[in-house]
């Protein structure tokens, strides 16, 4: 009997681990590793590799299992990082692939060879590893899995030299089954749910660990049993926890000073599923106010190390959110004078918008609201509009858990890939929720060749470009930063519509919000994307 090949072993592996989807951009170093490619495998193919990883992202977010990557050696490697960045901060399990030249060759640098193959993907990969025998490949690809899964989730790296897959194999693979959560430490979870009952003035601060691990519902249990103030903490990726929720007061700003300040006048803080904290601007302060414990639950021991304060506690978010549920005390009295913010997640407030000229352009708050008044009640909403966040989430509340998309890392360019993968996920499991993106001018130029895979894929994704011809948000940190003459903050001459047409978009410049609803009426019902470009009036956000 003929002996099976490394390719064969392995792809029968990636059948088991339900690994059938793979994206991607091919290249001369991968072709071995794609030859013969089976039929109830699917490829996704985009056109640049940062696009595939981010695609790759989106769908396993939206399916909670891993997603299978494959990129060009070296040079689409490198292409890759920014979104490899992204998911590793977003924790979600990747397996990414590369090929190498062929091992006669290694020894010489060839061109397109990775040199360093475990070094280039670092610090973004949880694991990276070039097999030293072509016949340890299929075991490599199974604890490739196994390290993406285990917490904290993430990315990891596997580069395979181009002649290896036509080898003889030695067997089978073999399939381990992987547990993918950790448990609180009995003592622990019950010295921090003592903590929690015996304090006066608790409050809870969400991370987008809970929406990953599907704890929504039992975050609201845990916090009405308290009847405790929730915050989100700052800059989360997900939402948490319901903005519509009484109990609900708003995202943390994510700057030291400000953060403070919003947590004065609590005895006990605790933070489930989510760094403590993720800051940008630099705006110096103590960490937590005086008066307050600080208590963290995190899965993933790096972040908990790091953490400036605070006592911390390594477990899944969800299942210490189910012991603190059962050993909490209940609270009988409501907080006093819960106010929510009208920017509810964003992590400052939206702009003061100058007045409305005749003819002139609509304000980015008035598009969002409709926006959300024209699109269906389970629309999935995906963010990359860092000018505007403010005006978006005051205008966009949400209150359904799986409904929002953005990126841990700002690292542009995530987010319409990312939202290929959460469309095609829809369409997979049958849900088929609506897709909308709403992205800046600018974010959009990062990614844009990502529309082509929603056309050739025929995913009916809105994707709204808020045209304000500026990098707004830098314009903000300029002044900041006190940093005037900045030059390159200036977007003009941009032909939106033109470019998404020639990726075979239906697309059209839309200027009035009755043309907004026009267009929410008829988007989501086509086999091919919407692309629409929204004069908006160019304002300067507040960053706190």
């Not at 040199?115 to 610090?123: A, K, N």
């Not at 943390?252 to 601007?281: C, N, Q, T, W």
């Not at 307050?292 to 210490?320: F, K, W, Y």
């Not at 907080?335 to 609509?362: S, V």
Request: aromatic share 8%.
């Amino acid at each position: 009997m003929a002996s099976r090949t490394i390719r064969e072993v392995t792809f029968d592996l990636l059948r088991e681990l339900e690994l059938t989807t793979i994206f991607g951009n091919p290249g001369s170093t991968e072709e071995t590793f794609l030859k013969d490619f089976p039929n109830d495998f699917r490829y996704i193919q985009t056109l640049h590799e940062s696009s595939a990883v981010g695609a790759a992202d989106g769908f396993a977010q939206a399916t909670r299992k891993p997603a299978l990557v494959n990129v060009h050696t070296s040079a689409g490697l490198s292409n890759s990082m920014s979104n490899i960045m992204t998911a590793a901060m977003n924790k979600t399990p990747l397996i990414i692939t590369a090929g190498n030249q062929t091992r006669e060759m290694l020894l010489m640098e060839p061109w397109l060879m990775n040199v360093e193959p475990t070094i280039l993907p670092r610090p973004w990969v949880k694991w990276s590893y070039q097999p030293v025998r072509a016949e340890d490949l299929p075991a490599a690809f199974m604890r490739a899995y196994a390290m993406a899964l285990q917490p904290p989730a993430g990315p990891v790296f596997l580069s395979i030299p181009l002649d290896d897959c036509d080898k003889p194999a030695t067997g089978p693979a073999v399939v381990r089954s992987v547990a993918r959560r950790i448990g609180p430490d009995p003592d622990e979870i019950s010295a921090f749910a003592d903590a929690l009952s015996s304090a006066k003035n608790p409050a809870l601060i969400y991370g987008s660990g809970i929406a990953r691990g599907e704890g929504w519902d039992t975050g609201i249990k845990l916090a009405e049993k308290l009847n405790v103030k929730v915050w989100a903490a700052p800059a989360s990726e997900r939402t948490p926890f319901p903005e519509t929720h009484p109990l609900y007061a708003g995202g943390l700003p994510f700057a030291i000073a400000p953060l403070s300040k919003k947590l004065e006048g609590h005895d006990l803080a605790i933070v489930i599923g989510a760094p403590v904290f993720r800051y940008y601007p630099y705006i110096a302060g103590q960490y937590i106010p005086d008066g307050l414990r600080l208590l963290h639950i995190t899965d993933d021991p790096a972040e908990a190390g790091r953490a400036p304060v605070g006592d911390s506690l390594l477990s899944d978010p969800v299942l210490a959110l189910e012991e603190l549920l059962a050993r909490v005390k209940p609270r009988k009295a409501a907080p006093a004078g819960i106010a929510r913010q009208e920017h509810r997640m964003a992590p400052y407030p939206a702009a003061k918008t100058p007045e409305k000229k005749p003819d002139g352009p609509i304000s980015s708050l008035e598009l969002f609201l409709t926006l959300r008044a024209s699109t269906p009640e389970d629309t999935i909403l995906v963010e990359e509009s860092p000018s505007n966040l403010g005006e978006l989430h005051t205008a966009w509340p949400i209150d359904k858990p799986d409904s929002f998309y953005t990126f841990a890392s700002g690292s542009l360019g995530w987010n319409l890939p990312a939202s290929i993968g959460i469309a095609m996920a829809e369409r997979d499991s049958g849900r088929n929720r609506p897709v909308v993106v709403v992205i800046g001018d600018g974010s959009l130029q990062y990614s844009i060749q990502g529309l082509w895979t929603a056309v050739q894929h025929k995913l009916p994704i809105l994707f709204v470009v808020a045209r304000n011809g500026e990098y707004a948000i830098l314009k903000s940190f300029a002044e900041l930063e006190n940093s005037p003459g900045v030059p390159g903050l200036d977007l003009p001459g941009l032909d939106i519509v033109s470019l998404a047409k020639g990726y075979g978009c239906i697309a059209e410049k839309v200027e009035t919000p009755d043309a907004i609803r026009k267009v929410c009426s008829e988007a989501f019902s086509r086999d091919v994307p919407t692309v629409i470009e929204v004069p908006v009036i160019p304002t300067v956000p507040p960053l706190l």
